[in-house]
């Protein structure tokens, strides 16, 4: 496990992953691979101070404000032998719910109950955040360790179309930061013009190819369809 990074840390000396002492190596295939940190900050530099040092520990008003105007995040876990998962959660803007200064719940609805990133919890509490705002290329971060909770009296305050949450899960913040725009002013995500839903096949299409080969696609099409969002509570 690595050792994150703090304070006037030299991000040289801020991390122990057990690398080779080799500080790059050529593959077979022309592939030059970067194995060690101080490779990687060879290549890439330091980060300026104010980037360096711009995590905090706690939420400050304008954080909440953030998780207030958010309606959707992802949430990045991984288990103890390395399997990770990123999964989406989304609900009406301010659906986080504010515990403390230090702690946000994450309501959990109705889904396909692979329940991958919670079980990765269950044995590794370790948990990444990114929230979004749609239009926005600023992002907020939040790292911290989780656990789930089946009930709370909080709850109440997460129903969304009278219903309760089926779970949350609560992070425990350690350290909490903005990320800048430049990826998504790269990849013009928030541009309408850039769009192009359709330059792959349909949800249903993928269905029929990759999960549910004995469904017509006109039947999965008709699931897919507008009835698809009665379901979502």
């Known amino acids: 496990m690595a050792a994150r990074a703090s304070g006037n840390t030299n991000l040289r000396t801020a991390y122990s992953w057990g690398m080779t002492t080799e500080a790059m190596t050529t593959t077979s295939t ?3 691979r970067i194995e060690s940190v101080e490779a990687l900050v060879d290549l890439l530099g330091e980060p300026l101070p104010r980037v360096r040092d711009k995590a905090r520990p706690a939420l400050l008003d304008i954080d909440i404000a953030w998780l207030a105007a ?22 009406p803007a301010g659906f986080v719910h504010v515990i403390d200064d230090r702690t946000i ?5 109705k889904g396909n109950r692979r329940a991958d990133g919670y079980k990765n919890i269950l044995a590794n509490p370790h948990v990444g ?15 911290g360790r989780a656990h789930l909770v089946s009930d709370a009296p909080w709850f109440d305050e997460m129903i ?17 930061f903005g990320h800048c725009a430049k990826a998504f002013m790269r990849s013009q995500l928030w ?25 017509p696609v006109a039947a999965l099409e008709e699931y897919y369809g507008a009835q698809y969002a009665t379901g979502l509570y």
């Open 30 to 32: 022309g592939t030059t």
């Open 105 to 109: 719940a994450i309501p959990e609805r």
């Open 191 to 215: 541009h309408p013009e850039t769009w192009n839903p359709t330059a792959v096949s349909s949800r249903a299409e993928i269905a029929h190819l990759t999960e549910q080969p004995d469904q």
């Open 160 to 176: 969304v179309k009278a219903h309760r949450p089926v779970l949350a899960l609560v992070v425990e913040i350690d350290e909490i």
């Open 129 to 143: 955040l990114l929230f979004l705002i749609p239009g926005r290329g600023d992002t907020l971060r939040i790292n």
């Open 70 to 91: 958010s309606p959707f995040c992802v949430v990045a876990t991984s288990n103890p032998d390395g399997t990770c998962d990123a999964s989406p959660k989304g609900d």
